[in-house]
């Protein structure tokens, strides 16, 4: 073999080397993207576990709360109106007092009665009666029915009443209610609309038209939502009113903040449009499966 052969081969043999090295590098530095990727992933899915995790607790002890200032109320409240109505209609059935007392004690009758109407309202709101008997149709009925009930806003219900509407267990029905519930409240307070309208229904998936999902949506003809008002640190240049649309936009905020966490818990997607011109929409859309 002579020189330029042997110094062939040696190029060859540096090339190959040079290609494997290359090799070698790419790969490692892939295993390592590989593994960082799936580090990240697992940090991820740990951080969205613990988020689930906290989210879940905070509603449990919501409901708890809600569960025990409605046992209070009806244990405690309830009974002493009910008590008060006892006596004062005894005392308008006695001949000791005059005709301008006994008118006196009706209206304090009627005072009572209005009493009683409004704290069951509350307590209905607070804990939906039979949540696990009864179907989100049903519980989204009585909640409109309450709604008419306290006056102001008509809360017109419509909904279709396929049976996929009946699978959904209770967790479900407590999410789905408070979601519900919340946006209703919010165009009660802050919309000045006319009129609420909340529709169940069933449809097709936008981007996959064979799967079927469930639509609950909450609709008002109002002003929209309040809009949070920016805060340049000088809190005395603030008007009364920029201060009271700044404190109903956190409250609002919050009130949305906690629809969105039902709706992840839940795996649904949650919609919100609003404006001055056409006012709210709230769309709830919940895979059927």
């Known amino acids: 073999m002579d020189l330029t052969e042997t110094n062939l081969a040696v ?151 396929p049976s996929l509407f009946a699978k959904l267990n209770t967790e479900q029905k407590l999410h789905v209610f408070r979601i519900v519930q919340e946006s209703v409240n919010n165009a009660l307070k802050h919309s000045k609309a006319s009129e609420i309208s909340v529709i169940v229904r069933e449809e097709s998936g936008a981007e996959n038209p064979g799967q079927r999902r469930l639509l609950f949506l909450v609709s008002d003809d109002g002003i929209g939502l309040p809009q949070a008002y920016a805060n340049d640190g000088d809190s005395s240049a603030q008007s009364a009113k920029d201060k009271e649309e700044n404190i109903i936009s956190q409250n609002t905020h919050l009130g949305l903040k906690g629809m969105k966490s039902r709706a992840e818990l839940l795996g649904a997607k949650l919609e919100i449009k609003s404006d001055k011109e056409t006012g709210t929409q709230i769309k709830l859309y919940l895979p059927a499966e």
């Open 11 to 161: 190029f060859q043999f540096i090339e190959l080397l040079s290609i494997i090295s290359f090799l070698c590098i790419a790969f490692a530095l892939f295993l390592l993207s590989y593994i960082k990727g799936k580090e990240k992933n697992r940090s991820l899915e740990e951080q969205n576990k613990k988020e689930r995790l906290v989210t879940e607790t905070i509603t449990q002890v919501q409901e708890n709360e809600r569960s025990r200032i409605s046992r209070d109320l009806h244990d405690t409240v309830t009974q002493d109106i009910r008590t008060a109505l006892l006596y004062a209609h005894k005392l308008n059935d006695s001949n000791e007092f005059s005709q301008e007392q006994k008118d006196l004690l009706l209206k304090i009758q009627k005072i009572e009665e209005e009493n009683l109407r409004n704290i069951r309202n509350i307590i209905r709101n607070l804990t939906p009666s039979e949540i696990e008997s009864a179907s989100i149709v049903q519980l989204l009925s009585e909640l409109c029915e309450n709604t008419n009930e306290s006056g102001g806003i008509e809360c017109k219900f419509y909904a279709e009443d």
